[in-house]
């Protein structure tokens, strides 16, 4: 079976500006960062023995053009959207996610992985992973500090009353096999307006809303899917409130979930190996990481000191 790793960019504008570290940046500015870091990942699954990376988009010749003008590595694929997303809800592009579990569900004899762009790999596939995916089981990542506010699990309850515990299925690793992904995609399909219906009232909106919902339901139907994060092949890695560097946890993959910056930096001449990323990473974390620490313990500090 053939493995491939995807990540989805879907262009919801290239013209919009938008504030950064209270500076305006242009359109392409900001999809440059995303396109930066699934250079990274790309280059890190390369280390790891993988094929090329492979952005899944609605503006490939876009995304070709910035690919060539700042010599990036990646395949580029576009692909057909026609989720009914509303205008102005948040996280309005993430929800085209759903459209590329539909594409993956038509790659025969191949198990596929859908990758958020600040994820990174740094191992070669590990055995246990190999034998899932001989076995076509299913993998994705269970958050496992998320907790659903009550309001927002009456809501699942609504959208799929067989929803029982809200568990959080965070979108930036999923695996599977085209059946895994046709039923996931058909799973949403069915309960999908539901959920724009009541979109307003909720405090979560985007796509890992609807995969939770899906992939419990899945699970409670008789379908084998294993948690990558209680078997070490996926860690959600918030750097400003972590106290040990990524190499502590013996991850496959992390999620930097704070770290887009960093990674859109990286000098790949630099980076040939994985032990190359780690130490690289853990003097950013020592520096920059630390400072932003620092800020972040002071700003809560002065907010919520009232003289008396």
Known sequence: MNIRFFTLLYIASTSEKQKLRGKE??????????????????????????????????????????????????????????????????????????????YLGTLANTYSFLLDNDVI??????????????????????????????????????????????EWSGGE???????????????????????????????????EMLTSIAIEK?????????????????YRYYSIFENKTIDNYKSWMYHLICDKHFLANIDLVKYNTNGDFIRMYNHYFHTTIKIKKIYHTLKKKFLTYKPQ
């Open 25 to 102: 940046i242009s359109g392409e500015e900001r999809i440059l960062i995303y396109l930066r870091n699934c250079h990274v990942l790309n280059h890190s699954l390369q280390i790891n023995g993988f094929s090329k990376l492979t952005i899944l988009t609605n503006e490939k010749e876009y995304l070709y053009k910035l690919q060539q003008k700042y010599k990036l590595s990646f395949e580029i694929e576009e692909i057909f959207f026609d989720l009914p997303v509303p205008k102005n809800i948040g996280f309005y592009s993430a929800h085209f996610k759903i459209d590329a579990y539909r």
């Open 121 to 166: 790999c740094l191992q070669k596939l590990p055995n246990h992973m190999k034998e899932l995916i001989n076995q076509r089981i299913a993998v994705h990542y269970a958050f496992p500090t998320y907790r659903v506010e009550k309001h927002d699990i009456n809501i699942m309850k609504y959208i799929e009353p067989q929803i029982i515990t809200g």
């Open 173 to 207: 690793f999923i695996g599977g096999d085209p059946n895994f992904y046709t039923q996931l995609y058909n799973e949403i399909s069915s309960f999908v307006k539901r959920y724009f219906d009541r979109i307003n009232e909720m405090f979560h909106q985007g796509d």
């Open 218 to 234: 899945m699970k409670l139907n008789g379908w084998k899917i294993i948690d990558g994060g209680t078997v070490d092949l996926n």
